[in-house]
């Protein structure tokens, strides 16, 4: 786990890099259709259960996955070149205790005091690493914060359709979600990559297609309680990334608010294993 939030870590940092010079939905759109051919070639090894793993009784639902993942993905690459790796990391690293509340209506998940305090803390921080003033949040601070509620819808998604599909089937299903839609709004909306940046497309590419790999065998080999702390590790590789290569600053009010919100989603995840192995 550790290894495929490094390489996270080290896509958003490419993908910053090409964001900046580049059109956002064209390069995320790149991005699935390297995972497409992936899955193709990975289709021609397992042909006789591909049908299988391509089964669902819940096509809609996950098609849904992949299509809030891919504009998730081209809000958050955006949002890179508004606020940096550093800030926007900061915010977005909320999405656990988005994830917690959403669960009491959506997957009929019950919460104590005691959690339900530590997400109201864990938003206390939130908004400190906004600051907000009497000026006001930025753009950049808002795309973040919706880019936190929609990849928390889609790890709720996950959760309720991993109740009767396997990791491999949902991953399958996110790629094709996501390439569909891309490759639609590729129709309308598509910037052509100068050759210079070609070795770069390739490496951000690279790293989304293995890190996604990497998430679905870790899931098969770990409960996802037992990884989502590992998941904060994003937020530190992404910093280390920003400071060093983009030369990103970090105040004491990020600091502050990002202790505060990590040490909320690990106390939510710590109750959350505590109520189910009843230790």
């Not at 920003?242 to 502050?256: K, P, R, Y």
Request: with cysteine; glycine share 6%; charged share 10%.
């Amino acid at each position: 786990m550790i290894v495929t939030t490094f390489m996270f870590s080290a896509m958003d940092g490419v993908s910053k890099f090409l964001a900046e010079r580049n059109n956002v939905f064209t390069l995320v759109t790149m991005r699935y259709w390297f995972i497409a051919i992936i899955m193709i070639i990975l289709c021609l090894f397992i042909k006789n259960s591909f049908k299988k793993i391509l089964y669902t009784k819940q096509p809609y639902i996950q098609f849904t996955r992949g299509l809030i993942l891919s504009l998730n993905n081209c809000l958050v690459v955006y949002t890179f070149t508004l606020l940096g790796l550093v800030e926007t990391h900061a915010i977005i690293a909320c999405y656990p205790l988005i994830v917690a509340g959403l669960s009491v209506p959506f997957l009929g998940e019950k919460f104590g005091w005691r959690r339900w305090t530590a997400i109201f803390v864990g938003f206390v921080g939130v908004i400190i690493v906004l600051r907000p003033t009497s000026n006001i949040i930025s753009e950049g601070s808002i795309f973040a914060l919706i880019g936190a509620v929609m990849f928390a819808v889609y790890l709720i998604l996950t959760r309720y359709v991993s109740k009767q599909d396997s990791a491999i089937t949902s991953f399958f299903w996110m790629g094709i979600g996501g390439t569909v839609t891309m490759s639609i709004i590729s129709l309308f909306i598509w910037n052509n990559i100068p050759e210079e940046d070609y070795l770069w497309l390739f490496i951000m590419c690279l790293l989304s297609a293995s890190s996604h790999f990497m998430m679905v065998k870790t899931l098969q080999v770990a409960e996802a309680s037992v990884i989502q702390p590992f998941s904060y590790l994003q937020l530190v590789f992404g910093s280390i990334i920003g400071v060093t290569i983009f030369a990103e600053s970090i105040n004491l009010m990020i600091i502050i608010g990002v202790v505060i919100v990590i040490g909320s989603g690990l106390f939510t995840t710590w109750r959350e294993y505590k109520k189910k192995y009843n230790v």
